[in-house]
């Protein structure tokens, strides 16, 4: 049974950078039947995309982040991991890191979320 | 790229159906078959119920139904059960994914 579990501080200082990784277990992220995603959301609001990254190493990122976001692959480690620069207060949700099935482009599996606050 | 519109809320009755509208555009929903519909119980990771804008994954109760017409896509919950009080967000891919405003589901 593949799981994800989003892993990094809780808690990061305004104008810093945001870094979340996400270990893959019981699956490999070497599979080219699926994708690999981050989505926030802001506390009582709703979902955002951030990004994908296939197994090529290609990536893709929301238009309004892209200046700020980097998420890379680690296949030695089977996880995949986000950067977020230059974080604000608005930065402050729950992380999500999700598989997506490449052939209907939807996510099939998600981690449980993690919560990370931007505040001095 | 922005948000789809879905309504705020939307309730009925156990037994009751109900249904859940996510209006884009050409760009996204319109455009493309890939509007996918995700629940989400409080403090639970969102769970996928309807993808490719009308199939269930394995484990879906086929209470649940999706369509599409032009740029609005729609989810259907027939015999409202306890259970599917949750919210709701739909999705839509055409190169990047953007996701709809969230409704949510009260059983009366």
């Known amino acids: 049974q593949l799981q994800l579990q989003e892993s990094g501080p809780g808690l990061v200082k305004p104008s810093e950078t945001l870094s979340l990784t996400c270990p893959v277990s019981?699956?490999?992220?070497?599979?080219?039947?699926?994708?690999w995603g981050w989505i926030r959301q802001p506390p009582g609001k709703g979902l955002e995309w951030i990004g994908t990254?296939?197994?090529?190493?290609?990536?893709y990122y929301n238009p309004s982040l892209k200046s700020r976001v980097t998420m890379s692959a680690d296949t030695s480690k089977n996880q995949f991991s986000l950067k977020l620069s230059s974080v604000t207060a608005a930065d402050t949700a729950v992380y999500y890191c999700?598989?997506?099935?490449?052939?209907?482009?939807?996510?099939?599996?998600w981690g449980r979320g993690t919560l990370v606050t931007v505040s001095s | 790229q922005s948000a789809l519109t879905q309504p705020r809320s939307v309730s009925g009755s156990p037994g009751q159906s109900v249904t859940i509208s996510c209006t884009g555009t050409s760009s996204d929903v319109g455009g493309y078959k890939y509007v996918s519909w995700y629940q989400q119980h409080p403090g639970k990771a969102p769970k996928v119920m309807i993808y490719?804008?009308?199939k269930r994954p394995s484990g879906v109760p086929d209470r649940f139904s999706g369509s599409k017409s032009g740029n609005t896509a729609s989810l259907t919950i027939s015999g409202l059960q306890a259970e599917d009080e949750a919210d709701y967000y739909c999705c839509s891919y055409a190169g990047n994914y953007v996701f709809g405003t969230g409704t949510k589901v009260t059983v009366l």
């Open positions: 490719d804008v009308s």
């Open positions: 999700a598989r997506g099935y490449s052939y209907d482009w939807y996510f099939d599996l």
């Open positions: 019981g699956g490999s992220i070497s599979s080219s039947s699926y994708f």
């Open positions: 990254i296939y197994y090529s190493g290609s990536t």
